[in-house]
């Protein structure tokens, strides 16, 4: 008690730092840190496993194919995970249930993009264009090769419009 007394003194005063923050002790610390910071990066949720795939292309690449800034900010939003399908408002609190208005699952950006039942139509279209190997979320979102035909599913399908913010329905 006394010694956190004296050295809560010391460091109060700005005269000395605290012993264990010496910078044979940072090091170790930010190696640590790097370390769980890959493991997390390697082992993380499903939508930032997506973005690890090999073939995704990142950057000026991807973005640079895109015409309008608003489809690179669809592309991104839905590669975070951030954009307004129910399971990312309903992680904020923001509606009442993930679930997707097709009734199937959690409206997820892999439901959206594969599964969900009230885009069939665009997604049939999108298919013939990049072919069934392309119909994967890491590819769909991530290959400068097929993000155009991407793009025009997501104007199709109009999600970005859709939104329970932007319609009212939450204020």
């Known amino acids: 008690m006394k010694e956190t007394k004296r050295l809560g003194s010391k460091i109060g005063n700005g005269k000395t730092k605290h012993p264990s923050l010496c910078k044979n002790k940072i090091s170790p610390i930010q190696s640590m840190a790097k370390t769980n910071w890959e493991t997390e990066w390697k082992t993380g949720r499903e939508n930032e496993r997506r973005l690890r795939h090999p073939r995704t292309t990142t950057g000026p690449k991807l973005y640079g194919t895109l ?99 932007n319609q009212g329905a939450i204020e």
């Open 67 to 165: 015409q309008k800034r608003k489809h690179a900010v669809w592309i991104a939003r839905l590669r975070t995970g951030q954009c307004c399908l129910n399971e990312y408002l309903h992680r904020l609190n923001i509606i009442e249930t993930p679930e997707c208005e097709c009734g199937a699952e959690m409206e997820t950006i892999e439901h959206y993009l594969l599964n969900c039942g009230l885009y069939d139509e665009e997604r049939h279209e999108l298919r013939k264009r990049v072919g069934i190997q392309g119909m994967r979320p890491s590819i769909l979102l991530g290959s400068d090769k097929v993000i155009k035909e991407t793009v025009e599913f997501i104007e199709k399908t109009e999600i970005q419009t859709r939104s329970k913010i």
